[in-house]
């Protein structure tokens, strides 16, 4: 299982940790994200050991994923938040593969997701 915490109110300009822990061991792990009305996109991915990551355009430069394996959690700091970051966040964790998986339908567990939201 995979719990997410860390969303809440943030103004723009903000930062905001997101940590999502594991109740086992993960491979690749992920962040995603879905507005209100909109389909869930791709945020951020990080292989097993934490050597490799990957970024969708829109948060490159601003997010960073992270992992500590000892912890079994997953992190992502969000710097300089913009509006259109809010969303409902979501970590993704697979049970074998071990790179950098930026697919939905390649993960296997999902968390409940945390809420982000981005004032003006």
């Known amino acids: 299982q995979l719990q997410a915490s860390g969303g809440g109110l943030v103004q723009a300009g903000g930062s905001l940790r997101l940590s999502c822990a594991a109740s086992?061991?993960?491979?690749?792990m992920g962040w995603f994200r879905q507005a209100p009305g909109k389909e869930r996109e791709f945020v951020a991915a990080?292989?097993?050991?934490?050597?490799?990551?990957y970024y969708a355009a829109s948060v490159k430069g601003r997010f960073t994923i992270s992992r500590n394996n000892a912890k079994n959690t997953l992190y992502l700091q969000m710097n300089s938040l913009k509006t259109d970051d809010t969303a409902l966040y979501y970590c993704?964790?697979?049970?074998?593969?071990?790179?950098?998986?930026?697919?939905?339908?390649?993960?296997?567990?999902w968390g409940q997701g945390t809420l982000v939201t981005v004032s003006s």
């Open positions: 993704a964790a697979d049970s074998s593969q071990i790179g950098v998986i930026t697919s939905i339908r390649e993960y296997d567990y």
């Open positions: 990080i292989n097993w050991s934490g050597t490799s990551s």
């Open positions: 086992g061991r993960t491979f690749a």
